[in-house]
């Protein structure tokens, strides 16, 4: 079965407001990269975790490898933030397997 | 930096010919990763390189499909005889160890008609 479930497949929000994307993992994983791939379909690096939180700017990323599980917070969104988000789990043998993917669009 | 370079950045090739993907990594990463990219299977892992040698290719079909990484500035993809399921974008990554943060590149989109 797949490694790596990502929820939720879609998801809208209005400017200024903000949720959470999420990947949980079947199996044990050592690390995990979030991605926005853009209109052009170039894969934007977010964040590489290897454990704990990191924030950068309207974003913040956390890993539990314990858990098994990895989020994303996106708080007050803007248009320019539509995308398709990506999280990606290395299982310690260096091969990323990717979530399905969340389109996020961001509405005026 | 000019970070991860492919070329082409589009590809059209009839059924039945081959077709050449470049990848330039990030200069002095030592793992190059291929991917492949479709509406119905997602990002998929193809093969892995590190210091120019082949690591592992679990991931490429058994046929039609190569890789290569002839020096450390460059690896190719190959793929022979073209099939209209071959249709995807495919991505190349680097990193500056196996173990790290992977930087890809725009992606090559093939479409094999």
């Known amino acids: 079965g797949d490694q790596v479930e990502q929820s939720p497949s879609a998801l809208s929000l209005h400017e200024g407001t903000g949720s959470a994307l999420r990947c949980n993992f079947t199996t044990t994983m050592r690390a995990v990269q979030w991605f926005q791939q853009n209109s052009r379909g170039s894969l934007i690096n977010l964040f590489y975790l290897a454990s704990g939180t990191k924030e950068n700017g309207r974003l913040k990323s956390t890993f539990n490898s314990k858990e098994s599980y990895s989020t994303l917070h996106i708080r007050d969104a803007q248009l320019e933030d539509s995308g398709t988000y990506f999280c990606a789990a290395e299982g310690g043998n260096y091969k990323y397997v990717f979530g399905a993917g969340t389109r996020l669009k961001v509405i005026a | 930096n000019a970070g991860v370079i492919q070329t082409p950045r589009h590809k059209v090739t009839g059924k039945g010919q081959e077709a050449t993907l470049w990848c330039e990594p990030i200069s002095g990463h030592s793992a190059v990763f291929w991917y492949r990219q479709t509406i119905v299977q997602g990002l998929e892992f193809l093969t892995y390189f590190r210091n120019q040698a082949p690591i592992d290719d679990s991931g490429m079909p058994k046929e039609r499909f190569s890789a290569q990484m002839p020096n450390q500035s460059h690896s190719t993809l190959k793929i022979q005889s073209t099939q209209p399921q071959d249709s995807a974008v495919y991505l190349c990554?680097?990193?500056?160890?196996?173990?790290?943060?992977?930087?890809f590149g725009p992606g090559t989109r093939l479409l094999v008609l």
């Open positions: 990554a680097s990193s500056s160890r196996g173990q790290d943060t992977q930087y």
